[in-house]
């Protein structure tokens, strides 16, 4: 398989490439659950919204912090 997949990757991608497409997915994700959030009616459901683009933060911060470290050499 020399090609990429629906992902964006295949065995050939870099690992800091590989980090740094799941960061621009989870960036993405986030902003998609804060417009959710911001035109649900039902306060249910937006605080739901309001939690996935917490979730979705937190796995941003997560992979900049290992691609971070990859970058420094300290893998």
Do not use: W
Request: aromatic content about 10%; proline content about 3%; hydrophobic content about 35%.
């Amino acid at each position: 398989m020399s090609g990429k997949d629906e992902f964006g990757v295949n065995e050939n991608t870099r690992p800091e490439e590989a980090v740094r497409i799941a960061m621009e997915r989870e960036q993405k994700a986030r902003e998609f659950y804060l417009t959710c959030a911001r035109i649900v009616g039902d306060p249910g459901v937006k605080k739901m919204f309001e939690f996935l683009a917490r979730e979705e933060g937190k796995h941003f911060e997560l992979l900049e912090r290992e691609h971070d470290r990859f970058i420094s050499g300290e893998n």
